[in-house]
């Protein structure tokens, strides 16, 4: 039914390697996307918590407001547009970030904080955000 050709490679074995670490790449970008940036948040003004709720897990992550020391919102660059992003602090270290570029309703977000202290718009390099993007260090 098959000929033997169909099956055959005409692909060299470097570039079946840089084929399969970009697939690699690609895969591990789709997971991260799935399991950290589907989040349904909810802010409660009356009870001062913000509550981040997975939508695929079901995983449910309550916040008080005196949870966070602070927050301040930034510019995150990304290609062709920019949003706003709301980075919640505490210890001086990143807890959550709210990125605009999944939330178009990032200005009545950062409304319902009143509750936080506000340390203002931060402007932070392309290359710091990128970090904040993976890490938590401020």
């Known amino acids: 039914f098959f000929k033997g050709d169909l099956f055959k490679s ?3 074995k ?3 390697i840089v084929f399969i670490l970009i697939l690699g790449l690609l895969t591990i970008s789709i997971i991260n996307l799935l399991l950290v940036h589907y989040v349904n948040i909810i802010v409660d003004t009356k009870k001062q918590e913000i509550v981040f709720v997975h939508m695929f897990l079901s995983v449910k992550k309550t916040y008080s407001f005196s949870d966070f020391d602070y927050y301040f919102e930034t510019i995150e660059h ?6 706003k992003a709301i980075y919640l602090v505490k210890n001086e270290r990143r807890e959550r970030a709210i990125r605009g570029y999944y939330y178009s309703n990032i200005d009545e977000i950062k409304e319902a904080l009143k509750g936080i202290s ?4 931060k402007k932070l390099s392309r290359f710091k955000v990128l970090l904040l993007y993976f890490s938590n260090k401020l």
Request: without cysteine.
């Open 10 to 12: 005409t692909l060299t």
């Open 14 to 16: 470097g570039e079946s």
């Open 118 to 121: 506000d340390h203002g718009l």
């Open 78 to 83: 990304s290609i062709g547009d920019n949003s």
